[in-house]
């Protein structure tokens, strides 16, 4: 059964399962891509700088030689002597360290990103697994990573081989230079010959990248059954869901009525619909939809209207178009800025002189804005 299940996991991995397995720390790398890069630096850094590195080294060396007299006898002076020796140490061998961390880095980031998870530091008593191992070494992965080893240390050996033969003639040279000059002609040699094998690691890294990119998604993939649970933790329980759906629409309403007594105007039916209004001049480009609902939701929405001291204008015509095509907490449609300009109008004669505002009698509702021979209306 634990076959067949392998051999149906045919599927790619979706997006929720790659990120699952970043999350702990389980991405394609490619310790051959890390090496080439680690040598590729020490290379510059032998090949640039041998030089400073072997004269600096000389040094070091020929001060922790010459030790002085009065660091034997006093075991004070014994151990200002050895730090600083071990500082210089230190300071000569830093920008070696450096750089060998910025390789490591650089390789890690080329392939797989930047990935930081502390479940890949928790023990893995499954890696301990004799059967899993002999399994892992007796599988194509095993078989694969030996013939990467044994081309490896073919190119490599060979191309080493051909580099000292190359440079015999320089290594012998050695012997009979000026030592002050040896240091910078092993330094060269030493850089050419890491640029060489690191040229060979990197035919090598070309072709282990794609391998583990393959086998990589290979232990991702998945089965269709695995699709279909995924899905449906995904959705989760059909109630579970209902329910939330249930509390975000509560939330939604009583955040809606909360804006109702921010209203300047709501314009009803008179009963079945009401659309409360807002406008800021100088800061919205048009009115904004704050709240809106049908029979019972529209009732709640003019009692606090009432409450409120909020204009209520009864106008059926543009309260239909409103709730049938404006959005909550959304600017009001284009179509519709006459029709709701003549009623702000008339909401701020009604503040100014009661007596003298009149309600208009035409909405000016373009013709296909108009809902009044619609049998049903959409529920917001």
């Known amino acids: 059964m634990a076959d067949q299940g392998a051999q149906d996991r045919d599927l790619p991995a979706s997006l929720k399962r790659r990120q699952q397995a970043r999350d702990k720390g389980q991405v394609a790398r490619s310790r051959d891509l ?5 040598l590729l630096g020490g290379a510059a850094a032998l090949y640039y700088g041998g030089s400073w590195f072997f004269g600096r080294g000389a040094d070091v060396l020929h001060a922790a030689l010459n030790i002085p007299p009065a660091a034997v006898h006093d075991p004070s002076r014994t151990l200002a002597f050895a730090a600083s020796v071990v500082r210089g140490g230190l300071l000569l061998g830093l ?46 992965t095993g078989l694969v990573d030996l013939l990467k080893a044994a081309l490896k240390a073919l190119v490599i050996g060979t191309l080493m081989a051909w580099m000292l033969w190359s440079q015999r003639d320089a290594l012998m040279s050695l012997l009979h230079v000026d030592p002050r000059l040896a240091p910078m002609l092993l330094g060269s040699i030493c850089g050419r010959a890491f640029f060489w094998l690191a040229a060979a690691t990197l035919l090598v890294a070309a072709f282990d990248v794609p391998w583990q990119v393959v ?39 009583k955040r809606m009525m909360a804006a109702v007594p921010k209203a300047d105007v709501v314009v009803t039916n008179p009963t079945h619909y009401a659309v409360a209004l807002g406008y800021q001049q100088g800061r919205q480009r048009a009115p904004v939809v704050l709240a809106m609902g049908a029979d019972r939701v529209a009732a709640r929405i003019r009692e606090l209207a009432v409450e409120h001291g909020v204009a209520v204008v009864e106008a ?65």
């Not at 800025?337 to 909405?363: E, F, H, K, S, T």
Request: glycine content about 4%.
């Open 34 to 38: 890390t090496s080439s890069l680690l």
């Open 215 to 253: 086998q990589f998604n290979n232990r991702l993939k998945m089965s269709r059954q695995d699709l279909k649970d995924e899905m449906r933790e995904s959705e989760g329980n059909p109630q579970v869901r209902q329910r939330l759906r249930a509390l975000q629409q509560e939330r939604a309403r």
């Open 316 to 380: 059926p015509p543009l309260a239909r178009a409103l709730y049938r095509y404006a959005e909550l907490e959304q600017e009001i449609p284009v179509t519709l800025y006459n029709a709701v300009a003549l009623l702000l109008a008339y909401v701020y004669q009604l503040r100014a002189l009661p007596q003298q505002a009149q309600l208009p009698d035409d909405w000016s509702i373009p013709a296909d804005l108009d809902t009044s021979a619609d049998t049903a209306m959409p529920v917001h």
């Open 95 to 140: 920008p070696l360290l450096l750089l060998a961390f910025v390789s490591c880095i650089a390789g890690g980031l080329a392939l797989g990103g930047w990935v930081f998870s502390f479940e890949a530091l928790s023990p893995d008593l499954s890696r301990l697994d004799p059967v899993a191992g002999l399994q892992r070494v007796f599988s194509w």
